[in-house]
């Protein structure tokens, strides 16, 4: 199958960890003889500092014209204190919408060598495999711009949604929980929020189409500390946009690294644009420290999600196992008694584990 994925590397570690995501994908089109052809356009700072602009026209038209796309992250210190317009992080939101990419999903599962990274104990996190469907285009990040202001003296963010565009999030989650473990729990601020209240009405709704699947309703601050003390509790998460932000980083804890979890970012169809959850780590970037799994991740779902490979998608996923089984990490995750290794090198065993698909390769040598 000949497929043209773009890449958007962005900023920081997000250059390293695409490119280890990239080197995997182009061992699997040799595996399974595709055809992968690559791209790389500007997003973010990068684009600032070479176009004048986080999302430069050129970009968007690529990824429009893509089978898929790949992103590595966005932003750093250098253009924090940037007008709204001009911050590398318009880009990404802008992509988002250009591209009208609604759902996130944002899978949260621990491998069985990571337990012990984890700061929580192994009981609380033994098991726990979740799926956060994050609601990505609408909103307090996309509130509605006329009333979005700052005079120095006041300030307004306005939280807007279409009923269709919640209907739309919370189907998408529904249909995920019939894959799964057939349980969704609807996290809002019901007790406070107009929006949160629309929300449930439209829950309610839509899980009278799903009649197999056990619906909940959880607040949010409640939902964020069952998150850590009974993970495994949930199955499928569906949330607004904000609260998916918070929720997810917060997940990432169970794994033992933010640099483990990925995600898609789907239109109605079969596009996406795929995203590990972490940002640019500005205090680790350019020193080989980045773990590249998150983004390798990614990788697979695009593979799953975009395009029905379904097989290699998991070629790609048991690699990782194994590699985690073998005890190779970066140095975000502590492993007792592991082999600590930089990116370039968690990359290579990735790709020689998905080559040889045996636990039983050369790597068992370093
Ligand atoms: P961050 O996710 O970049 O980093 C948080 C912490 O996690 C840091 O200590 C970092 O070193 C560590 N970390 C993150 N990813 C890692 C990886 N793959 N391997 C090892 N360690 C990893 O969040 P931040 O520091 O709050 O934000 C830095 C910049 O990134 C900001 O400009 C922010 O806006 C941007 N950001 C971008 C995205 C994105 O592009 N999707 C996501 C989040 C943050
Ligand atoms: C993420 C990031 C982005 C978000 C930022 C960089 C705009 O934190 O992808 O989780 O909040 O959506
Ligand atoms: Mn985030």
């Not at 984890?118 to 009333?147: A, C, H, N, Q």
Request: aromatic share 4%; proline share 4%; net charge negative.
């Amino acid at each position: 199958m000949k497929k043209h994925i773009v890449l958007l590397p962005g900023d920081g570690i997000g250059t390293e960890v695409t490119s280890a995501a990239k080197t995997v994908l182009a061992a699997v089109a040799e595996e399974f003889d595709h055809t992968f052809t690559f791209e790389s356009k500007d997003i973010g700072g990068i684009a600032i500092d070479n176009h004048g602009t986080p999302l430069p026209q050129d970009t968007t038209e690529a990824c429009k014209n893509a089978d898929a796309v790949l992103l590595g992250a966005v932003g750093g210190p250098k253009w924090d204190n940037n007008p709204s317009h001009l911050r590398p992080e318009k880009g990404l939101l802008g992509i988002r919408k250009e591209l009208n990419l609604f759902a996130n999903l944002r899978p949260v599962r621990g491998f069985s060598n990571l337990l012990h990274a984890s700061p929580l104990k192994r009981e609380v996190v033994e098991d726990s495999d979740l799926l956060i469907v994050r609601e990505l285009t609408g909103g307090l990040y996309f509130g509605t711009p006329s009333e979005r202001r700052n005079n120095g003296q006041s300030v307004v963010d306005t939280l807007a949604y279409e009923r269709s565009e919640i209907e739309r999030i919370v189907r998408r989650a529904f249909e995920a929980a019939m894959v799964r473990n057939k349980h969704v729990t609807s996290v809002d601020k019901a007790n406070v929020l107009e929006s949160s209240k629309m929300w449930r009405e439209v829950v309610e709704e839509i899980k009278q189409e799903y009649p197999e699947v056990v619906t909940e309703h959880m607040l949010v601050d409640a939902a964020a500390m069952k998150l850590i003390t009974s993970p495994t509790q949930f199955d499928v998460i569906v949330t607004e946009n904000m609260f998916g932000d918070i929720l997810s980083d917060e997940a990432s804890v169970l794994t033992g690294s933010l640099g483990m979890l990925p995600s898609a970012s789907l239109n109605e169809k079969a596009f996406g644009l795929y995203e590990p959850v972490h940002g640019s780590a500005p205090d680790i970037a350019g020193q080989g420290k980045a773990n590249p799994l998150a983004t390798i991740l990614s990788a697979a779902m695009m593979l799953r999600h975009s395009f029905s490979m379904d097989v290699e998608a998991q070629r790609i996923e048991s690699a990782v196992k194994q590699a985690l089984d073998l005890g190779f990490h970066t140095p975000d995750l502590d492993i007792q008694d592991g082999h600590e290794v930089n990116t370039e090198k968690m990359t290579e065993v990735v790709i020689d584990l998905l080559k040889t698909d045996t636990t039983t390769s050369s790597i068992m040598s370093c």
